[in-house]
């Protein structure tokens, strides 16, 4: 029985509960929030102990045990170097940090203490996800050669967020969010997916803007932003987030022979397709319908759909407690979650400014058996 503390009770917490839920052989030991309220009402919920101090869960936890880090993007940093001292693993909630040095010193006195420091989000080791990673690197629709990735979230200022809650009754933190930014919250969605099919990014053009000036009071912080990635092995991606534009959740992968695509980046069981490039007389076409993927067999654990989302937020927290007890690098851990961090970043902080040399280098993800 493996053993995992929480850190940072609020809304995105009850979606690591339920995804915790489906793992029998992870046993919760308690969760810690500043905010006394707000721990007891999620320890209550979920029946499971809460730590009074920060100090008390690390306490708690053995040395082969897990921290999930599910605090506020402004707190990822210290309570990662807090764990990092105490001699525990770390799963961290995206970003690694907010600043880059930082998340290379994170990284490297993880290595420096023997230990494993990796990065949200889980959906990289999804069902649809690593489906379309082995696809795209197995040439069924050719080379790879340009990928369309899209992040597009509706115009969330007008949708009902006061109104927003989790499972234990934790508003949804819509202050934060904006104040984050969708870049920072969201970016990594695909971000993660694309390293995980071509590995290092070298370069990065990227813009990013405020085009919402007043979002329930909260301004200054990009709520858009584009960036095109020049991949070390070839292929080219563009990547859009936003929270102005409708609902577009796609990832199209266009090689010699057609493309691949999922529609919705927040379901792990979306249905990855082929559509096949052929010509009839003198038109060049895409297959309309394509030829769905399927695992070789049984994947993960799926979850309900919570909103806009049917995510098993626990797939990187159970991937990473197998590579503990097994001796071996987490798949997000290390490079991966470092280059990511780094990625993200650079489109968040773009501006107006344009390209950017990304130092950080990751390779490839191994798939997973199923895949």
């Excluded at 503390?5 to 339920?18: E, I, K, R, S, T």
């Excluded at 420091?117 to 790879?144: D, F, M, N, R, W």
């Excluded at 930014?181 to 971000?191: P, V």
């Excluded at 309900?304 to 990187?316: C, E, I, S, V, Y």
Aim: glycine residues 8%; contains cysteine; aromatic residues 8%.
């Amino acid at each position: 029985m493996s053993a995992v503390v929480l850190v940072g009770c609020g809304f995105v917490a009850d979606l690591y509960m339920a995804g915790l839920a489906t793992f029998p052989n992870i046993r919760v030991l308690g969760a810690y929030d500043r905010d006394s309220a707000r721990r007891t009402a999620f320890a209550a919920h979920w029946q499971i102990p809460a730590f009074d101090t920060l100090d008390q869960a690390l306490t708690a936890l053995p040395g082969d045990g897990l921290l999930l880090n599910l605090t506020n993007p402004t707190a990822h940093g210290e309570i990662n170097r807090a764990a990092l001292e105490a001699g525990k693993h770390v799963f961290c909630e995206k970003p690694l940090s907010l600043d880059l040095a930082e998340a290379q010193n994170l990284i490297a006195k993880a290595d420096d203490k023997n230990l494993q420091l990796a990065s949200a989000p889980s959906s990289v080791l999804s069902e649809a996800a690593q489906i379309l990673i082995k696809a795209a690197t197995s040439g069924i629709a050719g080379t790879p050669r340009l990928i369309y990735a899209e992040l597009d979230d509706g115009y969330i200022p007008q949708a009902p967020v006061e109104d927003w809650r989790s499972a234990s009754g934790a508003p949804w933190p819509y202050i934060d969010e904006f104040q984050t930014g969708c870049t920072l919250e969201h970016a990594g969605y695909y971000l993660s997916w694309l390293i995980a099919m071509f590995g290092s990014v070298t370069r990065v053009v990227a813009a990013s803007a405020e085009v919402l000036p007043d979002k329930h009071g909260v301004s200054g912080t990009p709520d858009f932003s584009v960036a095109t990635l020049f991949f070390e092995t070839g292929p080219v991606a563009r990547l859009t987030c936003s929270i102005a534009a409708p609902h577009d959740h796609r990832i199209r992968v266009i090689g010699d022979d057609g493309y691949l695509e999922v529609k919705e980046a927040w379901d792990n069981a979306a249905p990855v397709k082929f559509h096949r490039r052929f010509r009839i007389r003198r038109r060049l076409l895409e297959h309309p319908l394509g030829k769905r993927l399927r695992p070789k067999g049984k994947t993960h654990p799926k979850v309900g759909r919570t909103g806009a989302a049917a995510m098993n937020f626990a797939l990187g927290p159970a991937e990473m407690i197998d590579a503990i007890a097994a001796h071996r690098p987490s798949r997000l851990a290390g490079d991966f979650a470092l280059h990511l961090t780094e990625l993200t970043l650079a489109i968040q902080s773009a501006g107006t400014t344009g390209a950017t040399r990304i130092t950080s280098r990751c390779s490839p993800m191994e798939p997973m058996p199923w895949a």
